[in-house]
C-alpha cells in the first residue's frame, strides 16, 4: 500500500481506476474501501496523499494529489444517500460521460451496492493537485460530456444508449 521513495520512506496513495476521471474533475470526493484496520490507521485528517489511476505496481501513473477531509470511518453501505453519495462517489459524472460500472449504468449499480449492506471504511477528500499526468488527462476531458472508446486504463468503454 506504500509507495517507495528513494529515501526508503513510503509515501501513501489511492488508486481510483475506473473512477479517477471524476477525481480529476473534481467530481468525487468520497470513496469507500474494504481495508484491514492497520492499514486504515495510516490515514488521518488532514493528510495529503497520492492518487494513481491503478496501481502503481501494475503500471498506473500518479495523476495527483488529494487531502482528506477526515480520518477513515466505518459505514455501512445501506446508508449510502441519494444523490449525495452518488455524486461524492464520482456516479453522477461517469453517468453524464454515459460510462458503465461493472457493465451497468451507474444509478444501477449504486442501488445494488446499496443494497449488499457492506460494512467498508468512507475516505473524505479534496482534490489537491495534479500531476502533468493529470493535468493532460483533464485537458482532454475539459469540453467533453463523453469520452472516447477508450479511458484512463485503456479499457474499451461502453456507453448507455449507444
Same mark, same amino acid.
Given at each position: 500500500?506504500?509507495?517507495?521513495?528513494?529515501?526508503?520512506?513510503?509515501?501513501?496513495?489511492?488508486?481510483?481506476?475506473?473512477?479517477?476521471?471524476?477525481?480529476?474533475?473534481?467530481?468525487?470526493? +468520497?470513496?469507500?474501501?474494504?481495508?484491514?484496520?492497520?492499514?486504515?490507521?495510516?490515514?488521518?485528517?488532514?493528510?495529503?496523499?497520492?492518487?494513481?489511476?491503478?496501481?502503481?505496481?501494475?503500471?498506473?501513473?500518479?495523476?495527483?494529489?488529494?487531502?482528506?477531509?477526515?480520518?477513515?470511518?466505518?459505514?455501512?453501505?445501506?446508508?449510502?444517500?441519494?444523490?449525495?453519495?452518488?455524486?461524492?462517489?464520482?456516479?453522477?459524472?461517469?453517468?453524464?460521460?454515459?460510462?458503465?460500472?461493472?457493465?451497468?449504468?451507474?444509478?444501477?449499480?449504486?442501488?445494488?451496492?446499496?443494497?449488499?449492506?457492506?460494512?467498508?471504511?468512507?475516505?473524505?477528500?479534496?482534490?489537491?493537485?495534479?500531476?502533468?499526468?493529470?493535468?493532460?488527462? +483533464?485537458?482532454?476531458?475539459?469540453?467533453?460530456?463523453?469520452?472516447?472508446?477508450?479511458?484512463?486504463?485503456?479499457?474499451?468503454? +461502453?456507453?448507455?444508449? +449507444?
Amino acid at each position: 500500500w506504500d509507495a517507495p521513495r528513494a529515501s526508503g520512506v513510503g509515501i501513501m496513495w489511492i488508486s481510483f481506476a475506473h473512477t479517477t476521471d471524476a477525481v480529476i474533475m473534481d467530481r468525487k470526493t +468520497k470513496t469507500r474501501r474494504d481495508w484491514v484496520i492497520s492499514h486504515v490507521k495510516k490515514f488521518r485528517a488532514d493528510q495529503v496523499v497520492d492518487f494513481w489511476n491503478k496501481n502503481p505496481r501494475n503500471g498506473g501513473l500518479k495523476m495527483g494529489s488529494i487531502t482528506l477531509a477526515k480520518a477513515p470511518y466505518l459505514e455501512n453501505t445501506r446508508h449510502l444517500a441519494y444523490p449525495e453519495d452518488y455524486e461524492a462517489e464520482g456516479f453522477a459524472f461517469m453517468e453524464e460521460c454515459g460510462i458503465q460500472m461493472a457493465g451497468m449504468p451507474p444509478l444501477i449499480f449504486f442501488q445494488r451496492w446499496k443494497a449488499e449492506k457492506v460494512l467498508l471504511y468512507v475516505v473524505e477528500f479534496r482534490l489537491h493537485l495534479l500531476t502533468e499526468a493529470g493535468s493532460r488527462r +483533464k485537458s482532454e476531458l475539459q469540453g467533453t460530456v463523453s469520452h472516447d472508446q477508450v479511458d484512463l486504463l485503456g479499457n474499451e468503454v +461502453k456507453h448507455e444508449g +449507444k
